[in-house]
């Protein structure tokens, strides 16, 4: 493995922390990367990753973390993904998509019953948006809840869930005001997955992520206690979104994993394959795509970095989180797909874990935002910049 760790842009802590994980993931993870691929992960697995701490980096001590921040989520997010990316996608539906929603809207007695076990590793989340007709218009969404006495009964389906079958919780948006503007009228809640009504209908065969489990979810009847409902009624859009920027900027981490690995196997190997009586990273034709890789690697880190800094500064990272994640998920797929190129027929089997980066790196140019939908956001970003309002 290549020593990234002098860079200027890590402190030394980070640099200790990343060395650290490094020798977790060759330890816990590589000797079964490919067996894993078959799916689904061993839920001890993620017990030990949360064992570890680091399911907890940018959760409060409070509740089993270590309160180290975002900078400290995307290396987590590379380093498991440069071993296995369905695992670290279970990983992070579990801690960030479902748990920062948590951490920034729950109550104290939320954080501690449905938080703090997922931090740890006991317990596993995920979270209810994506619908059979909502995608990206996540204001379009048809599951409701409706008030019974002091509950909420919810009624709809959700599809595409990272860990839908798996989990313990679920973080659910709903509209619970169908007489205003949907944006108005969406509400969180936690659900408890052995509740009455929920259902799994099935997992959905992926071409890649094979480790991970998404599903397709049914909510028939649901009641969620009062003490359930995350945040306040009505502001299930504002979670919805608060969480995006987060999940965008380690979904870059991550991405950054899943062409970092291939890009390795690609330099070494064009240094072994020998063709016309030397290695073919004497020709340019090779050695210029290695330089490509190189450059998009060290760029989609920087962009990435940007975006975690800031965001755990505080600052609004609406603009860079889509940058950084449409920059590292496009080059993930144009470097794993150069480096299998690279390797020729050998690169297209299974003696290679080229073609599970490959697979695994094409979902992330739609899940958590698609290409298209951050290409918007970026632009209209751009235009509020040059002409506040």
């Not at 590379?78 to 951490?103: F, K, Q, W």
């Not at 920034?104 to 997922?118: A, C, I, N, S």
Request: with cysteine; hydrophobic share 40%; glycine share 10%.
């Amino acid at each position: 493995m290549v020593d990234y760790l002098s860079n200027v842009l890590w402190t030394e802590d980070e640099i200790k922390f990343r060395k650290e994980l490094q020798a977790f993931c060759n330890k816990e993870i590589a000797p079964i990367a490919d067996e894993i691929d078959k799916g689904p992960y061993p839920r001890e697995l993620l017990r030990k990753i949360g064992k570890a701490g680091y399911m907890g980096v940018h959760h409060d001590k409070s509740v089993g973390g270590t309160n180290r921040g975002l900078s400290y989520e995307i290396i987590v997010a590379e380093e498991i993904s440069a071993v296995n990316g369905g695992l670290d996608m279970a990983r992070m539906a579990s801690t960030t998509l479902y748990g920062m929603p948590i951490a920034r809207f729950g109550t104290d007695e939320q954080k501690k019953k449905y938080l703090e076990p997922v931090v740890i590793g006991d317990k596993i989340g995920c979270i209810g948006i994506t619908e059979p007709d909502v995608g990206s218009d996540t204001a379009g969404m048809k599951t409701q809840a409706t008030k019974d006495g002091d509950d909420w009964i919810l009624n709809g389906e959700k599809r595409y869930i990272t860990n839908g079958s798996q989990a313990d919780y679920m973080c659910a948006f709903a509209i619970t005001d169908p007489n205003v503007k949907s944006k108005d009228g969406m509400s969180a809640f936690i659900v408890d997955t052995k509740t009455d009504g929920f259902s799994v209908v099935q997992d959905h065969d992926l071409l890649g992520m094979k480790s991970a489990r998404v599903s397709w979810l049914k909510l028939d009847n649901v009641r969620v206690p009062s003490d359930m409902v995350l945040g306040d009624l009505g502001k299930g859009f504002h979670i919805l979104m608060d969480e995006l920027d987060s999940e965008r900027t380690a979904i870059a981490g991550e991405a950054i994993g899943y062409g970092r690995t291939p890009y390795e196997i690609a330099v070494k190997y064009s240094t072994e394959r020998h063709q016309f009586g030397r290695p073919i990273s004497a020709f340019e034709g090779v050695s210029f795509k290695i330089a490509d890789m190189a450059m998009k690697l060290e760029a989609g880190r920087a962009l990435t970095l940007t975006a975690a800094r800031m965001y755990d500064k505080g600052q609004k990272i609406t603009k860079e989180a889509s940058i950084a994640k449409l920059y590292t998920t496009e080059a993930a797929i144009q470097i794993t797909n150069d480096a299998l190129q690279i390797l020729g027929g050998a690169g297209y089997t299974t003696d290679y874990p080229i073609e599970r980066f490959l697979r695994d790196a094409r979902l992330m140019t739609i899940g958590g935002g698609t290409a298209e939908i951050l290409r918007f956001l970026i632009q209209r970003e751009v235009y509020k910049e040059f002409f506040p309002r």
